[in-house]
């Protein structure tokens, strides 16, 4: 299954689930993103793809407050992480934004200590300048501000944190589930798990 077809098909079906996510439907969007990871490893996609997508579903469980699924995901993920032992430019980062996005996840879930050691220990791994957004709420916390739930979302919007963006997505190229018969609608409780 290792032809042009089949990633033109994971990536329809990948931007028409972003399309669905910028209208605020995240359980179809993740759908979409589930089958597209499912097509992305069955045509042995670049793992680059794999790691797309999963950042889409983070995006939107985490904009549907599911955080303890992301909570999971990230520690699995650090620990991951840890027991690779890489330490070039791009792991350091990876790892660097699954921490990130476990902190954000921390404070929007009314942990902000636990938000401020993961942020903390996010720009430690990525290192200086790489993660402007821990950077600037780290700042924030160790002044002692207050950071809801509102003022965060504007902070990432800011410095782009959300890759499912209108500026990012082309709509031309969607393939909705409901235009590919075969697709198998899976559940989006699993869309990380299967």
């Not at 995240?26 to 950042?55: D, G």
């Not at 790892?95 to 430690?124: I, T």
């Not at 160790?142 to 709509?171: C, E, M, N, T, W």
Request: glycine fraction near 6%.
């Amino acid at each position: 299954m290792n032809t042009p077809s089949a990633h033109q098909l994971h990536l329809s079906i990948a931007e028409a689930g972003k399309l669905l996510a910028l209208k605020g439907n995240h359980t179809e969007a993740l759908q979409h993103y589930r089958e597209a990871l499912r097509l992305a490893v069955s045509a042995k996609a670049p793992e680059v793809f794999f790691r797309h997508y999963t950042q889409c579903v983070l995006e939107s469980l985490e904009l549907t407050d599911a955080y303890d699924e992301i909570i999971r995901f990230c520690q699995d993920a650090d620990t991951h992480y840890a027991k690779l032992g890489l330490h070039s430019s791009l792991h350091r980062r990876d790892h660097g934004s699954v921490l990130e996005r476990l902190g954000l996840v921390y404070l929007k879930n009314g942990n902000p200590q636990a938000g401020r050691e993961a942020l903390q220990k996010a720009c430690e791994h990525a290192g200086a300048g790489v993660l402007p957004l821990s950077e600037e709420l780290l700042g924030w916390l160790r002044r002692g501000f207050s950071i809801d739930k509102a003022r965060l979302l504007r902070s990432q919007q800011r410095h782009h944190y959300f890759v499912v963006r209108p500026d990012q997505v082309d709509g031309r190229r969607a393939t909705p589930l409901s235009s590919t018969p075969q697709s198998a609608v899976p559940d989006p409780a699993k869309a990380l798990t299967g």
